[in-house]
């Protein structure tokens, strides 16, 4: 949608009304859209089991409608595990994706009833092995995102697939269940080419597994990385299905694997609206040409995605229009760190005549925000949450 179909659409002014006697910064959550987008998602991909991350947004509210749609749920810390529970959901309907954790993080899962297990190392495995004993586990492998992905997550996790090999032969040597292999090609990631590379290395892997262990994988778990509506072009999902599908039946034909969606920022990310406020606009001299302009929230406060300015949320005001004039500015947060500034290389434009007390609504922000804010930075509140039917 570009910005005109935007500020026409229904959802627009039915946010206007509900968000504007509420006191800024503020995200609104439209539950909506994360309903279109799952069921867009799963008729997508008909064949796929979708596991909700729940890190991308944690809140009950959008947990407990994703439970109603059907969706199960990949947990990264007892934490959210408990959150999860609490809200009647199954522990059958859980995986536990985090590869970093501990031994009595483990067990707690495993007393809870959570058989689904990640791993990338051998430490982790014995853990695993120990304190889950014939668990299924599956093994994520290192995929190359670092380039098309708006938000990288390779290095950290993952490992060679030769090791990954040697990791399921000694699952299965160890009582556990080898189950799996697991990639995520980055998050935002706008290459959809990244999953062929990452299918073929999986493609291998099981066969090789198979042939030379007698060993059967039976799931693929490609992670998330599909795309949210930011500035930049991406590719419509409808595109990303129909290519990775394709991609799935050229290495496996029709009889696929059980094959796992773990999707957050796609599901989420387009629900929100961050609103600010501008605190102050200045220029740091008498000819320059561009404006700081300052909100009241900032990279402490829900906008950590900023970081590098990686994440280009598009910023609107009611001020804008086909016609009005526009000027340079860089944007930046509240706080009395110098880091929070949210966009200065990437040259963002607001009206001229936008003034102190005008709101700045920032659009995409369903995802990774509220859940990423301080606690007290300078003893600024988290961003609060509304959420609109
Ligand atoms: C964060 C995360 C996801 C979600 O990724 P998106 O790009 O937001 O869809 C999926 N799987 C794992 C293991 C993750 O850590």
């Known amino acids: 949608m570009n910005r005109e179909e935007y500020v026409a659409d229904a959802d627009w002014h039915r946010f206007l009304e509900f968000s504007d006697k509420l006191e800024t910064p503020f995200v609104v959550i439209n539950?909506?859209?994360?309903?279109?987008?799952y069921i867009k998602l799963q008729s997508s991909f008909p064949f796929a089991h979708i596991y909700y991350a729940v890190k991308a947004n944690p809140a009950p509210e959008v947990i407990s409608l994703l439970a109603e749609l059907g969706s199960n749920f990949d947990i990264a810390s007892r934490y959210?595990?408990?959150?999860?529970?609490?809200?009647?959901?199954?522990?059958?309907?859980?995986?536990?994706?985090?590869?970093?954790?501990?031994?009595?993080?483990?067990?707690?899962?495993?007393?809870?009833?959570?058989?689904?297990?990640?791993?990338?190392?051998?430490?982790?495995l014995r853990n695993i092995a120990k304190c889950a004993p014939g668990s299924k586990v599956y093994v994520r492998i290192l995929v190359e995102n670092s380039v098309t992905a708006d938000w990288p997550l390779s290095r950290k996790f993952g490992c060679h697939p030769d090791m990954a090999y040697d990791l399921l032969v000694q699952a299965s040597e160890q009582g556990l269940t080898p189950y799996g292999i697991s990639f995520h090609v980055g998050s935002q990631q706008r290459d959809i080419g990244q999953w062929n590379d990452a299918i073929a290395k999986t493609k291998y892997l099981m066969t090789s597994l198979e042939e030379e262990e007698g060993i059967t994988l039976q799931m693929i778990n490609m992670g998330g990385g599909f795309p949210a509506t930011y500035t930049q072009p991406t590719n419509?999902?409808?595109?990303?299905?129909?290519?990775?599908?394709?991609?799935?039946?050229?290495?496996?034909?029709t009889d696929l694997p059980m094959i796992v969606l773990e999707p957050g920022r796609s599901l989420v990310g387009d629900s929100g609206i961050l609103v600010t406020e501008v605190v102050l606009i200045s220029r740091k001299n008498n000819t320059a040409l561009?404006?700081?302009?300052?909100?009241?929230?900032?990279?402490?406060?829900?906008?950590?995605?900023?970081?590098?300015?990686?994440?280009?949320?598009?910023?609107?005001?009611?001020?804008?229009?086909?016609?009005t004039k526009t000027g340079e500015v860089i944007l930046a947060g509240p706080t009395c760190d110098s880091m929070d500034i949210m966009y200065e290389d990437t040259h963002y434009k607001l009206p001229i005549d936008l003034k102190v007390g005008d709101r700045l609504f920032w659009l995409s922000t369903g995802a990774y925000t509220s859940s990423y804010a301080s606690v007290e930075f300078n003893g600024f509140p988290p961003i609060k949450t509304y959420f609109m039917d």
């Open 31 to 37: 539950l909506r859209t994360i309903k279109k987008n």
């Open 80 to 124: 959210e595990l408990d959150k999860v529970l609490s809200l009647g959901i199954a522990p059958e309907r859980i995986s536990y994706g985090n590869t970093i954790k501990k031994a009595k993080d483990i067990a707690y899962f495993y007393e809870q009833g959570i058989r689904m297990y990640a791993t990338d190392s051998k430490e982790d």
């Open 236 to 253: 419509d999902l409808s595109e990303y299905a129909s290519e990775i599908t394709r991609y799935l039946t050229e290495d496996f034909g």
């Open 290 to 323: 561009n404006r700081w302009v300052y909100c009241d929230t900032g990279k402490f406060n829900g906008l950590i995605e900023t970081l590098g300015e990686s994440i280009k949320y598009p910023v609107i005001s009611l001020k804008d229009g086909p016609e």
